[in-house]
Structures are given as structure tokens and as C-alpha cells.
């Protein structure tokens, strides 16, 4: 067993563990973030998708000892009160059904929405192939990173709009 410090969710961790212990195992038993899900142990289904330093990876192929002080990002730590893009859409659209493949599906969509915000079908079906949903909720996945897309512009639009419609208040006059 060795210790390592890991940065996870913006925070630093420690555990202890052996050095060829999938970071998956370390997630969910060493650090109880049980979001990040097994399916298939060898890279093939996608339910275990991490970013490490914003990339999606397979956290059931990646020993521990391999992670050092890269970021790991897991569905926790995606958005603090749980209002990713993504996640809102998720549930306006009611993308998952059973839910178990749904944090690697949108791990590996909010990695897609940073590189490319505003997606094609094509895109998104390129981005998300390796992410197997064995409900079969892939046009809804799809329907839903299109409407993250929205989201995350309209709010773009209003977070660019606001400081125009302060200087635009109109100021009261004096004695008035
Ligand atoms: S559990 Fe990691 S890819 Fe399937
Ligand atoms: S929602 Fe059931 S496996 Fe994807």
C-alpha cells in the first residue's frame, strides 16, 4: 500500500491504497463518490468516465498511482448545486431510465459542451459512441446535449446582457 495525494473536485485527497488500484475503486470505496459507476472493468462501456485535466477518461483503467496532481473531476464535482447544463436538461428532458450509465454519459458530454458548445448530431454521436446505455436512451442523450447547449447560451446571453441593462437604468433625477 502506498499514500497518495490526489486533487479531486478541487480539493486535495488522501488515500491510501495500492499503486495498481483503479482509480474507480479509489472514488467509490477509499472516498465514498459512488456516482462514478462499474459496468464492464476494461474500458468498453463508458459508465466509469472521469475528466482528468478536463479529458473524459476510463477511471477503471487508470491505476491510482498514474493520477498524481492531475484534476479529477467526477459527477460530483461537476456543478456544485447540481445544475450543470447538462443536468438541467437531463431532467427536463427525463433522460435517464434506469441511470446507471448517466454520470459517465454526461461526463463525457460536459467534456463534448467544452470544446464544442454548440454540437451537431454528427458531433455529438462522435463524442458519445464510447458511452453505452443498455436502456437504450441514446436520442434522448442526444435531445438532452442539444438543450444543455441552449441553456448554457441563454445563460451566456444574459450573463453578457446584464451589465448593459444596469447602465442603461435609468438614474433619478436630484429632488425628485
Ligand atoms: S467500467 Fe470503465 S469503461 Fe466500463
Ligand atoms: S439509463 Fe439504463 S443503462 Fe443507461
Known sequence: MSLYRLHINGQIRQVEAAPDTPLLWVLRDSLDLAGTK???GVGACGACTVHLNGVPTRSCM???ATVGLKKVLTIEGLDAQA???LQQAWVELDV???GYCQAGQIMTAAALLKENPKPSDA???GAMSGNLCRCATYLRIRAGIHRAAEISAQAAAVAVKAPVSRKAKPQAKEGV
Open 123 to 125: 458531433d455529438i454521436d
Open 62 to 64: 487508470t491505476p491510482v
Open 83 to 85: 445544475s450543470h447544463p
Open 38 to 40: 462499474y459496468g464492464c
Open 96 to 98: 435517464p431510465q434506469c
